[in-house]
């Protein structure tokens, strides 16, 4: 009787400390996931910050593109009012080609593209660059094992248990797959 007692309570210890292990690990999973969208959302705030001075530089040597201006600065207020992970791209994709239309108009300024304001910004806004697609691949692989695991047995009757949601991808824009054309006329 007792050996028959003290296996079932070596059971039920060992499936509480499953369940916990369990637990633990989603929750773990679901704050990486967390924290790397909080590592995208620093970069976008940092390139944010970067355009107003950047349009206003590229200002000081045209006037009369006011419509590209104006798109940078919708898409940039886009971008900071975007609440979930899926506008959040949508702003950012809009931000690229608004900057990318920006950069066009510099192209034709040769005084403006030896500006050390405009390369300095230029550089900062490629580093930028750089560190948002960073950003992206790690939070893209968060989400990716924090998916898995709420999709796996036994995190599936946890994650329906305790309520752990499927997580976003930070997608790329459908345009990301061709390449831009520059033209030069």
């Known amino acids: 009787m007792k ?3 003290i296996a079932a309570i070596a059971v039920v210890v060992v499936l509480a400390l499953m ?3 369990s637990y633990n690990s989603l929750v773990s999973k679901e704050t990486a996931v967390e924290e790397e969208a909080a590592n995208i959302d620093t970069q976008l705030q940092r390139r944010a910050d970067l355009i107003p001075n950047l349009v206003n530089t590229v200002k000081g040597y045209t006037d009369h593109e006011a419509e590209v201006f104006n798109a940078v600065t919708e898409a940039r207020e886009k971008l900071l009012a975007a609440g979930t992970m ?12 608004a900057l990318s239309k920006l950069v066009a108009i510099a192209e034709s300024y040769p ?5 050390k ?3 300095d910004l230029m550089d900062e806004l490629s580093g ?13 692989e968060a989400v990716a094992s924090y998916n898995k695991a709420i999709k796996k047995f036994p995190g599936v009757i946890f994650a329906n248990m305790f309520g752990f949601e499927k997580a976003e991808m930070f997608e790329a824009a459908e345009s990301a797959d061709s390449v831009p054309e520059v033209s030069f006329e």
């Not at 899926?86 to 080609?97: C, L, R």
């Not at 005084?111 to 500006?115: A, G, N, P, T």
């Not at 660059?129 to 950003?135: P, T």
């Open 3 to 5: 050996k028959g007692l």
């Open 128 to 140: 930028t660059e750089n560190r948002i697609s960073y950003a992206r691949k790690s939070y893209n």
């Open 19 to 21: 369940c916990i292990g």
């Open 111 to 115: 005084e403006l593209k030896s500006d």
């Open 86 to 97: 899926s506008e959040k791209s949508a702003a950012n994709d809009e931000v690229s080609t």
């Open 117 to 119: 304001v405009y390369v």
